[in-house]
């Protein structure tokens, strides 16, 4: 039973264990490891990591409830980080005391009263010797209770008693025992569903929901995916010592991770890094590297030009065409303007449409990279309606 339930005293957290518009990859310049770098350099906040809007709005709120002894309701899908949040919540704190988690799916209900709240010697069959149980264990610090739906409802009204009380009275005994933690609650669930329906008791969720912390999932900020990636490498090659380095991931590899709509969430994207970094051969992922699930569905996208960068107003430096080196950023931007040309029969009018940027912009770029109208046109590709080649 131990085994569910860390303790920020007693071990370390798995490297990659818990992690709206989409907004796309800004590439600027330099190369993609670059980027990212400088990224996750702002967007990193106590093991999680999310630049895009909706992140910095759950670290601000992280913060604010930090300063307070509340309970608080952690509710994401599955791999979105609701323990890295709980984690966070907990050093952001003044307490001191352990955090310690507790996943209430992890073992036989039978078992959890035992321990979450003790039990005296002589309980029942096996109980030889007191057990303090987890609450108790936690005094001082934090409780995160993952998947608490998962509990049974006569458990449920137990743990209410518990945080009105601030008290827990261990299995076989007749006296209450005072606690000092904070609680923290996850689930992957619709709380007010789950509540409508009896899986969660209305009296807890009323209770929890005075601070509810939502984890938007990775598919509704796929710009964070660069500096994610960049974060799970800098671990891995931590982690190598040397014996393997990888630099970073190139602009294609970047896109099809973007177009992939992670229903497993940042733990996905973690294993498929991992996989990437173990299986790869050269100093940066690329598109050969990611499983053939994400770069098939990538390649069959009719926006698999263009969809994941950006192409600035701003010039590009003026020895970018002398860069256009294989895998460098200013050759893909080179290649992508091209086949916005060919796709429209060399129309500048319409590729500069297609593309988001201005008609003066494009003309600058043509005449920076060297890019020959009449060749692009006669790689001409039928214009379609919809902009499958809109940066934005």
């Known amino acids: 039973m131990a085994n569910n339930a860390t303790s920020a005293g007693e071990g370390k957290p798995s490297q990659f264990e818990g992690k709206f518009p989409v907004c796309p990859v800004l590439i600027s310049g330099g190369t993609a490891g670059e980027l990212t770098t400088k990224t996750e350099a702002t967007a990193a906040f106590h093991g999680l990591v999310g630049a895009n809007p909706v992140m910095q709005l759950l670290f601000r709120r992280i913060e604010a409830v930090a300063a307070t002894r509340s309970t608080v309701l952690i509710v994401g899908e599955s791999g979105t980080g609701k323990e890295l949040v709980a984690r966070a919540i907990h050093q952001c704190g003044a307490r001191r005391g352990p955090f310690i988690a507790f996943n209430c799916a992890a073992i036989p209900r039978d078992l959890v009263e035992s321990e979450l709240f003790g039990h005296c010697r002589g309980a029942f069959s096996g109980a030889n010797t007191d057990h303090p149980g987890l609450l108790r264990a936690a005094h001082g610090g934090t409780v995160f209770l993952d998947e608490i739906t998962e509990m049974s409802p006569d458990l449920q009204a137990k743990l209410l008693r518990a945080i009105q009380e601030r008290a827990v009275r261990p299995v076989g005994s007749t006296h209450e025992i005072p606690l000092d933690l ?96 173990t299986f790869g051969t050269s100093a940066t992922i690329t598109l050969d590297d990611l499983p053939a699930r994400i770069v098939n569905a990538w390649r069959a996208a009719p926006h698999a030009i263009s969809s994941a960068i950006v192409v600035h107003e701003e010039e590009p430096p003026a020895e970018a065409a002398a860069l256009a080196e294989p895998g460098s950023y200013a050759e893909f931007e080179r290649e992508v303007i091209a086949k916005a040309l060919a796709r429209t029969g060399g129309n500048k009018v319409q590729a500069a449409r297609l593309l988001k940027i201005s008609r003066k912009k494009l003309y600058a770029r043509i005449e920076r990279y060297g890019l020959s109208i009449h060749n692009a046109a006669q790689k001409m590709i039928p214009v379609s309606n919809r902009s499958d080649l809109a940066w934005s």
Not at 207 to 217: G, K, S, T, Y
């Open 182 to 277: 904070r609680l923290v609650a996850s689930t992957n669930r619709d709380p007010a569903e789950v509540a409508r329906t009896g899986q969660l008791r209305a009296d807890l969720y009323y209770r929890l929901q005075v601070n509810v912390l939502e984890i938007a999932p990775l598919r509704k900020r796929a710009d964070d995916i660069p500096a994610l990636v960049q974060h799970f490498l800098t671990l891995l090659n931590a982690r190598n010592e040397g014996a393997r380095f990888l630099e970073g991931a190139d602009a294609e590899a970047l896109a099809a991770l973007q177009a992939h709509d992670w229903p497993g969430n940042v733990r996905e994207l973690a294993n498929t890094i991992e996989s990437a970094f």
